[in-house]
């Protein structure tokens, strides 16, 4: 499986500013996803980074408040816009190729957030 | 979108003892279910996945069954062990596996 390099792993920002996590991938990968984990929750899609063009947000989820990137098959930004204190979560990106064999989608280390 | 349901949310057993976690999904046309482990403080990992064409799969202590006619998928765990601790999810993917949705997840807690 690919290997990912997520980071910031952690961070404490003030409300209102902004946080751009990244995420490198030591291999080309068809897909890669952003979510966003709350303490003791589940996983939450926030949107699925396309390479060369705007990303696929869920529901619940905009641009202009989690812009991401994805400039090639092995690297994706997402930035948390105008920070609040329910901003704070853990950020994860997943990335997978479903035309590979043996493919499993892995997850990043992760960016602990805290918005103050 | 889909919605994967899993049951239970936590569950307790003696080492030793079996566990099965179910899940449940909603979109008839998802065909690919993995299950993740994720330990306190770390981020989930990949334990076992099976295709939609594919009614078992197994691998040592853990298996996965999936039943498409009903739309759910167990995760069995034989022999617990301590190490075996820890949340485990869900997930069914959409389409062409270009996403993936999960379920609110199961906290095992094997017993010495």
């Known amino acids: 499986s690919a290997v990912i390099s997520q980071k910031p792993s952690r961070d404490i920002c003030q409300r209102g500013t902004s946080l751009t996590i990244q995420c490198q991938v030591d291999?080309?990968?068809?897909?890669m996803f952003w979510y966003r984990q709350q303490p003791g929750q589940s996983l939450t899609l926030i949107a699925t980074?396309?390479?060369?063009?705007?990303?696929?947000?869920e529901s619940g989820f905009v641009i202009d408040k989690f812009p991401i990137s994805r400039p090639n098959l092995t690297f994706s930004t997402l930035t948390v816009s105008n920070m609040s204190p329910e901003d704070s979560s853990i950020y994860l990106c997943?990335?997978?190729?479903?035309?590979?064999?043996?493919?499993?989608?892995?997850f990043g280390s992760g960016t602990r957030l805290t918005v103050v | 979108g889909e919605n994967v349901e899993q049951h239970p949310s936590t569950l307790s057993v003696q080492e030793g003892d079996s566990a099965v976690i179910k899940c449940t999904y909603s979109?008839?046309?998802?065909?690919?279910f993995p299950w993740y482990k994720q330990e306190l403080g770390k981020r989930p990992q990949l334990i076992i996945d099976?295709?939609?064409?594919?009614g078992e799969k197994k691998d040592q202590r853990i298996a996965v069954t999936l039943n498409k006619t009903a739309k759910h998928f167990s995760l069995h765990i034989t022999e617990t062990q301590p190490e075996d601790s820890a949340v485990y999810f869900c997930?069914?993917?959409?389409?062409?596996?270009?996403?993936?949705?999960f379920g609110s997840g199961t906290k095992l807690n094997v017993k010495p």
């Open positions: 099976i295709r939609s064409n594919v």
């Open positions: 291999s080309q990968v068809t897909m």
């Open positions: 997930a069914a993917s959409g389409y062409n596996f270009n996403k993936f949705y």
């Open positions: 980074a396309n390479q060369g063009s705007e990303a696929t947000y």
């Open positions: 997943s990335v997978g190729d479903p035309d590979r064999a043996n493919y499993g989608y892995t």
């Open positions: 979109d008839s046309a998802s065909n690919y």
